[in-house]
């Protein structure tokens, strides 16, 4: 099994949720350990906002040999 994790956000409670569960079925037969979410309240352009997250940790089986993907750091 090989372990992957995706990531939401949104500025919509609903919408987050409706896009988790999006890909929950997208993945159905996979293995999903586990979901964590958060909210936090940030500032833009004098606006208040609420960003809702999160991040789905699942499995999947192997298919051929692994690949390390590399990514260009955003930081």
Same mark, same amino acid.
């Given at each position: 099994?090989? !372990? !992957?994790?995706?990531?939401? %956000? ?7 949720? =409706? /896009?988790?569960? $999006?890909?929950?079925? /997208?993945? *159905? ?5 586990d979901i964590?979410?958060? +909210?936090v309240a +940030?500032?833009? =352009? =004098? /606006?208040?906002?609420?960003?809702f997250t &999160?991040? +789905?940790? @699942? #499995?999947? *089986? %192997?298919?051929?040999?692994? !690949?390390?993907? #590399?990514? $260009?750091? &955003? @930081?």
């Open positions: 099994m090989n !372990k !992957k994790i995706k990531l939401f %956000e949104n500025t919509s409670m609903m919408s987050l949720e =409706d /896009e988790v569960n $999006e890909f929950l079925l /997208e993945i *159905e037969g996979s293995k999903v350990e964590k979410h958060s +909210v +940030v500032t833009l =352009d =004098d /606006e208040a906002l609420k960003l &999160a991040i +789905v940790v @699942y #499995q999947v *089986e %192997e298919s051929g040999p692994r !690949k390390t993907a #590399q990514r $260009e750091s &955003a @930081y």
